[in-house]
């Protein structure tokens, strides 16, 4: 399979414990995302990587969530004290980059803060 | 005023018709208009692209732009069951960067 791919697909935690979410992206797509979404609600944005350099943070994304890119390959997006609101789909896409800006999301991970 | 505008929906049609989702924007910097499709418990899948003025079309798909009514519509021809999902608008703004996404039109292809 030579498609975004997500891990996990599912977790599900209690409030206050940390996450972490690992995304890879198609082997020659330079360009990361990170969306969350919600029932009922279209994908929001939260960040994305140009290769391994973090180009934009959403001002959704509050300071207990970081990610990152290391060698510009996989990504992993990490929350820290989880709270009930961030039960949610974390989405990840890739697109080739700054011609061609088609994304193509992976599965998602649903997480559930309990 | 959000961002991007689309009627939830569900839009109904027979199998068969033509299926018609509108999408509307706010932001005149948009350049790069999708569309993607999403099953209920699933993740997006885009289905179609467009980046100038008018139409284009791909199989039973077509994409319809004016970039003046800041308009962007999906046809759907010869509707099928599995056609019935969310369709969701998106737009960036040329930079290559993220997407706003509307919340999506459901559509229901019946019987």
């Known amino acids: 399979d030579t498609g975004v791919s997500q891990d996990p697909r599912h977790k599900i935690t209690k409030r206050g414990q940390n996450v972490t979410f690992r995304c890879d992206p198609i082997?020659?797509?330079?360009?990361l995302y990170w969306y969350r979404q919600t029932l009922g609600q279209g994908p929001e944005f939260l960040t994305y990587?140009?290769?391994?350099?973090?180009?934009?943070k959403s001002r959704l994304l509050s300071d207990r969530f970081s990610a990152e890119r290391p060698k510009g390959s996989f990504s992993t997006l990490e929350i820290q004290r989880t709270e009930q609101g961030d039960s949610a789909m974390y989405l990840c896409?890739?697109?080739?980059?700054?011609?061609?800006?088609?994304?193509?999301f992976g599965p998602g991970t649903r997480l559930t803060v309990l | 005023q959000k961002e991007v505008e689309q009627n939830s929906g569900p839009l109904s049609v027979p199998e068969g018709a033509i299926a018609s989702l509108n999408c509307t924007y706010s932001?005149?910097?948009?350049?790069?208009f999708f569309w993607y499709r999403q099953y209920s418990g699933k993740s997006p899948e885009l289905i179609m692209f467009?980046?100038?003025?008018g139409d284009k079309e791909d199989g039973r798909f077509t994409a319809q732009l004016n970039k003046a009514s800041q308009y962007v519509s999906l046809l759907i021809r010869d509707s099928q069951p599995s056609d019935s999902a969310t369709y969701l608008c998106?737009?960036?703004?040329?930079?290559?960067?993220?997407?706003?996404f509307g919340t999506g039109t459901r559509l229901q292809v019946t019987l």
């Open positions: 896409a890739s697109s080739l980059g700054p011609a061609e800006n088609e994304q193509f």
């Open positions: 082997s020659e797509h330079n360009r």
């Open positions: 990587f140009q290769n391994e350099a973090q180009l934009e």
């Open positions: 932001d005149r910097g948009s350049q790069s």
């Open positions: 467009i980046y100038s003025n």
């Open positions: 998106a737009t960036d703004t040329g930079t290559a960067s993220k997407l706003t």
